[in-house]
T-cell receptor
Framework: GAGVSQSPSNKVTEKGKDVELRCDPI?????LYWYRQSLGQGLEFLIY????????KSGLPSDRFSAERTGGSVSTLTIQRTQQEDSAVYLC????????????FGPGTRLTVT | AQRVTQPEKLLSVFKGAPVELKCNYS??????LFWYVQYSRQRLQLLLR??SRESIKGFTADLNKGETSFHLKKPFAQEEDSAMYYC???????????FGQGTELSVKP
């Protein structure tokens, strides 16, 4: 079946603009995770959803970052007033349930802020 | 604090040589430990987890609670093992993964 998909695959934006990144999890997966992969910082957790609620937002780096999930499926990560340090690959992952051992990752969205 | 440390950014070995990718962790409790792998131009994927105690693609990893380590080992490296390897932990109840910085393994012919 289809895996986790993310769009766009690449996004170039100017500093100060807002961006939206989309994640489509595997059908039926209730848990959804956002991570960020950047040079020097490795892979960092941002936020995760169980259904439509976000029990853990502890990784969001600032209030410019927000995320929502609707219908227990698609999730959108929004970055407002982008800064150059936001440049990274944003990865989405999903798992059947929160305590399922395997997280399935999407291909990522490469964000470049100029 | 929860932390995963992979001391080597790059590990280069010749084909057929043994390989060990180091991973140390700090966690106040009993975490679950994982190794994830990312081959060139592919997605990050699970390689193995400590609970299963299985060998995947010839790789094994043993959880050493005394040394708080979870090193990944393979007795004879192959060129197709070249990839980025991430050690990760999470609490038993599930949720987020905490990753190490990653080690790039390069296996030369």
């Amino acid at each position: 079946g289809a895996g986790v998909s993310q769009s766009p695959s690449n996004k170039v934006t100017e500093k100060g603009k807002d961006v939206e990144l989309r994640c489509d999890p595997i059908s039926g997966h209730t848990a959804l995770y956002w991570y960020r992969q950047s040079l020097g910082q490795g892979l960092e957790f941002l936020i995760y959803f169980q259904g439509n609620s976000a029990p853990d937002k502890s990784g969001l780096p600032s209030d410019r970052f927000s995320a929502e999930r609707t219908g227990g499926s698609v999730s959108t990560l929004t970055i407002q007033r982008t800064q150059q340090e936001d440049s990274a690959v944003y990865l989405c992952a999903s798992s059947l349930m929160t305590d399922s051992y395997e997280q399935y990752f999407g291909p990522g969205t490469r964000l470049t802020v100029t | 604090a929860q932390r995963v440390t992979q001391p080597e950014k790059l590990l280069s070995v010749f084909k057929g040589a043994p390989v060990e990718l180091k991973c140390n962790y700090s966690y106040s409790g009993s975490p679950e430990l994982f190794w994830y792998v990312q081959y060139s131009r592919q997605r990050l994927q699970l390689l193995l987890r400590h609970i299963s105690r299985e060998s995947i693609k010839g790789f094994t990893a043993d959880l050493n609670k005394g040394e708080t380590s979870f090193h990944l080992k393979k007795p004879f490296a192959q060129e197709e093992d070249s990839a980025m390897y991430y050690c990760a932990l999470r609490r038993h109840q599930g949720g987020k993964l905490i990753f190490g910085q990653g080690t790039e393994l390069s296996v030369k012919p």
